[in-house]
């Protein structure tokens, strides 16, 4: 597609249940990204995949949190057993690694809030 | 580990002030830099970058130079508009560690009409 989309752009849910964040990068995009930004906070690395390499999951809050990415485009993001302090808006990012100035570019995120 | 560090918000200006944000970074590599913008209810926004040493970013009247010397890349605009409030963020991308993307903690500015 033209542009990083992401899916649900807003997700109310109950405290204990699970979700499921989905991203589809840009066509062709080796690198993919999922941030978390808290209100009024910055940007918290989760997870990273690029390509066939395992991903780096050194981001991961807790064991809740766990990231697919499938056939190398579309990433699935589920949180477990939800909580309050998991409310914040999910980032997917993507870039063609090694060209375009290593630039990334945002999906305009999915929304989560956990009542 | 590389890192990067910008001023502390929120930033208050008047229309047609002059903006600096200061961004600082450490790397072990030759990083690319970036800002990013937010604004009000919308997703991250490249704003520009710049690839390597003594390259200027510049767009919507926006600039900022890479200072391998003092390890910088301030934000800069000479007159700043109301349409300009928005959260910045300054970025690298350490190409040599083929790494994930650092984010600074990111600057609200607020422009006074």
Same mark, same amino acid.
């Given at each position: 597609?033209?542009?990083?989309?992401?899916?649900?752009?807003?997700?109310?849910?109950?405290?204990?249940?699970?979700? /499921?964040?989905?991203?589809?990068?840009?066509?062709?995009?080796?690198?993919?990204?999922?941030?978390?930004? !808290?209100?009024?906070?910055?940007?918290?690395?989760?997870?990273?995949?690029?390509?066939?390499?395992?991903?780096?999951?050194?981001?991961?809050?807790? $064991?809740?949190?766990?990231?697919?990415?499938?056939?190398? !485009?579309?990433?699935?993001? %589920?949180?477990?057993?939800?909580?309050?302090?998991?409310?914040?808006?999910?980032?997917?990012?993507?870039?063609?690694?090694?060209?375009?100035?290593? %630039?990334?570019?945002?999906?305009?995120?999915?929304?989560?809030?956990?009542? | 580990?590389?890192?990067?560090?910008?001023? /502390?918000?929120?930033? %208050?200006? !008047?229309?047609?002030?002059?903006? %600096?944000?200061?961004?600082?970074?450490?790397?072990?590599?030759? *990083?690319?830099?970036?800002?990013?913008?937010?604004?009000?209810?919308?997703?991250?926004?490249?704003?520009?970058?710049?690839?390597?040493? $003594?390259? #200027?970013?510049?767009?919507?009247?926006? /600039?900022?130079?890479?200072?391998?010397?003092?390890? !910088?890349?301030?934000? /800069?605009?000479?007159?700043?508009?109301?349409?300009?409030?928005?959260?910045?963020?300054?970025?690298?991308?350490?190409?040599?560690?083929? $790494? #994930?993307?650092?984010?600074?903690?990111?600057?609200?500015?607020?422009?006074? *009409?």
């Amino acid at each position: 597609g033209a542009g990083v989309s992401q899916s649900p752009s807003n997700k109310v849910t109950e405290k204990g249940k699970d979700v /499921e964040l989905r991203c589809d990068p840009i066509s062709g995009h080796t690198a993919l990204y999922w941030y978390r930004q !808290s209100l009024g906070q910055g940007l918290e690395f989760l997870i990273y995949f690029q390509g066939n390499s395992a991903p780096d999951k050194s981001g991961l809050p807790s $064991d809740r949190f766990s990231a697919e990415r499938t056939g190398g !485009s579309v990433s699935t993001l %589920t949180i477990q057993r939800t909580q309050q302090e998991d409310s914040a808006v999910y980032l997917c990012a993507s870039r063609l690694q090694g060209a375009d100035g290593n %630039t990334i570019y945002f999906g305009e995120g999915s929304w989560l809030t956990v009542v | 580990g590389d890192s990067v560090t910008q001023m /502390e918000g929120p930033v %208050t200006l !008047s229309e047609e002030a002059f903006l %600096t944000i200061n961004c600082t970074y450490t790397a072990t590599g030759y *990083p690319s830099l970036f800002w990013y913008v937010q604004y009000p209810g919308e997703g991250l926004q490249l704003l520009l970058k710049a690839t390597k040493a $003594d390259d #200027k970013g510049s767009n919507k009247g926006f /600039e900022a130079t890479y200072r391998k010397e003092t390890t !910088s890349f301030h934000l /800069e605009k000479g007159s700043v508009q109301v349409s300009d409030s928005a959260v910045y963020f300054c970025a690298l991308s350490d190409r040599g560690r083929d $790494d #994930k993307i650092i984010f600074g903690k990111g600057t609200r500015l607020h422009i006074l *009409p």
